[in-house]
């Protein structure tokens, strides 16, 4: 455990952004908003109709 | 990142990383994976536990009345405009680069009286190369279970009541019992005392201390130390440290080992105590507790071969890298978008039809209105009581509508009357010499040679079964030695007839 060495500020940030990038790639919340979008169209539309 | 390390039932290797350079931390970590993917192709796909080391992690405590991820996490990290702040400097400052937990029966999200904080043990571990490997291995199909501290490991490992508390609730017990808390102490041969408190396996406080080792053997000691070039070396100042630890921590959380186990081989040389004089020194400090010794040359490879096999607890491990989302979340996120398009699809064309039906109904109704109209202005009714008006006339209509049925006379029953006449008349005493059958009357003259055949043959003709005719009978003679019956019959009246 003594061979570690300390990341540079820089390098910390950059690890912490490709981690962070990475998580929301693996939960596309966005993927989701637009179908929801014309769900909910399509079911107001319906209401109207009956 | 060092190494890895995989321990199954049947296995165990090391994998050590082979660029010591900080910045090869992304390029380790795919080697890394690469390297735990070849050797899983032959076990499954799966990691049933992940433990990470505590190097340069911190367990400390937190006053709180909440103890949600998200407020421990505010409590805990420094914000950027109070750089001196005091709250959290018992905390590692690496902020986005550590997974907050709580532990012990204060992971369970508490939101007490706000007037009454409580102590809430908070565990905080560099996780960005555990973060790397994770999505690593994802990128390889590799599922990961649970992520665990190594104090979770050991607290799993090494407390008796966490594997009397096994088979869940398949397990015998027989009466009710209250668990004690115990206190494990791994004596890393690569310079460490790491020390867990735990109740049934689930881990409520940890800690590490740095110690003093001693190499065994001439050889270059590995970077991942397995036991076998070095001892850590034990000292009753080293002792006394994890003694004012473990009594900051009973006046924080209010309870205090009941029983310690302590797991290594320590050396002897340079002022160390061998593990008979660590067992005397903490018997000093904790005089009740009984204590048990493990030697143990290679303590954290036992303690990972302890839980291999074995099921992860429930309540522990680091939720923030177990919850880490990976392929089968984006998978899912994919095909709940894809399932949420169909049925917007789907209500989108009820929809639309229901509309389409709703016009076609209202111009019906309108074309209605217009006939209703018409037929009013044809008939001369007034508009208000069109309809009423109509629906009477229709009565009326039905009141006054004959039975065309019952002015058709019914045809006569001729070929059934005919053929009973049939039965009777066949006889070797009589002679037919006419039958005559219409609409109004049937007629019929036998030649008989004596008076007893014609009243016979009378009686079965008033007789036959069925018949609808009413019968009569005049006799005459004919010649010397004959008779001429002459049967003549009328068919009853039938309705209509006049």
């Given at each position: 455990m003594s061979d570690t060495q300390r990341l540079s500020d820089d390098e910390r940030y950059e690890l912490a952004l490709v981690a962070a990038a990475s998580e929301r790639r693996n939960r596309p919340k966005n993927l989701i908003l637009i179908p929801l979008a014309l769900f909910i169209i399509a079911s107001l539309v319906l209401a109207y109709a009956l | 990142m060092l190494g890895l390390r995989v321990v199954s039932l049947d296995d165990q290797a090391t994998w050590q990383s082979p660029?010591?350079?900080?910045?090869?931390a992304p390029a380790d970590a795919r080697a890394g994976a690469e390297w735990l993917a070849e050797r899983l192709n032959r076990n499954g796909k799966a990691i049933s536990r992940l433990i990470i080391d505590t190097d340069g992690g911190v367990c400390s405590w937190v006053s709180t009345s909440d103890t949600s991820p998200e407020v421990v996490r505010a409590l805990v990290e420094q914000p950027f405009d109070q750089e001196d702040a005091q709250g959290s400097s018992r905390f590692p400052e690496l902020p986005g680069e550590t997974a907050l937990e709580t532990l012990g029966e204060s992971s369970a999200a508490h939101k007490g009286d706000h007037h009454n904080p409580v102590r809430a043990a908070v565990l905080a571990v560099p996780v960005v190369p555990a973060r790397l490997l994770i999505d690593e291995l994802d990128r390889l199909g590799i599922r990961v279970g649970e992520v665990e501290a190594l104090w979770h490991a050991i607290a799993q490992a090494w407390d008796p009541a966490a594997r009397s508390s096994l088979g869940g609730s398949k397990a015998e017990r027989v009466i009710a019992e209250t668990t004690p808390v115990t206190g494990v102490v791994v004596l890393d041969p690569a310079g460490r005392l790491v020390w867990a408190w735990s109740r049934a396996g689930e881990a409520l406080a940890g800690g590490t201390q740095r110690l003093q080792t001693v190499r065994t053997v001439d050889a270059e000691p590995d970077r991942?130390?397995?036991?076998a070039t070095r001892q850590p070396i034990v000292t009753e100042d080293d002792l006394a440290r994890l003694g004012n630890d473990w009594l900051a921590w009973s006046m924080q959380l209010g309870v205090t080992p009941t029983r310690i186990v302590v797991v290594g081989h320590p050396s002897n040389i340079d002022g160390g105590l061998d593990s008979a004089g660590i067992g005397r020194t903490l018997g000093r400090i904790r005089p009740d507790a009984p204590i048990d010794i493990v030697p143990d040359d290679d303590p954290i490879g036992t303690t990972l071969s302890q839980l291999a096999g074995r099921e992860p607890c429930n309540q522990s491990g680091i939720s923030e890298l177990t919850d880490r989302p990976g392929r089968v979340h984006r998978a899912m996120y994919r095909w709940s978008a894809v399932a949420l398009l169909l049925a917007a699809g789907a209500v989108g064309v009820f929809a639309s039809r229901f509309l389409r039906v709703s016009d076609e109904i209202e111009t019906q109704i309108s074309e209605l209105g217009r006939d209703y109209l018409g037929v009013a202005n044809e008939n001369n009714l007034n508009l208000a009581t069109a309809s009423l008006d109509l629906e009477r006339k229709i009565e009326q209509l039905k009141k006054n509508?004959?039975?065309?049925?019952?002015?058709v006379v019914k045809p006569r029953p001729l070929l059934e009357e005919l053929e009973a006449l049939s039965f009777v008349l066949a006889s070797d005493d009589l002679t037919l010499r006419e039958i005559t059958m219409s609409e109004l009357s049937i007629t019929v003259k036998v030649q008989v040679a004596e008076t007893e055949t014609y009243e016979a043959l009378s009686q079965a003709i008033l007789s036959i079964s069925g018949s609808v005719v009413e019968w009569r009978s005049t006799v005459a003679p004919r010649g010397s030695n004959a008779l001429e019956c002459t049967f003549t019959g009328s068919w009853p009246s039938q309705e209509g007839e006049n």
């Open positions: - | 660029d010591a350079e900080p910045d090869a991942l130390e397995r036991g509508q004959v039975d065309v049925s019952s002015l």
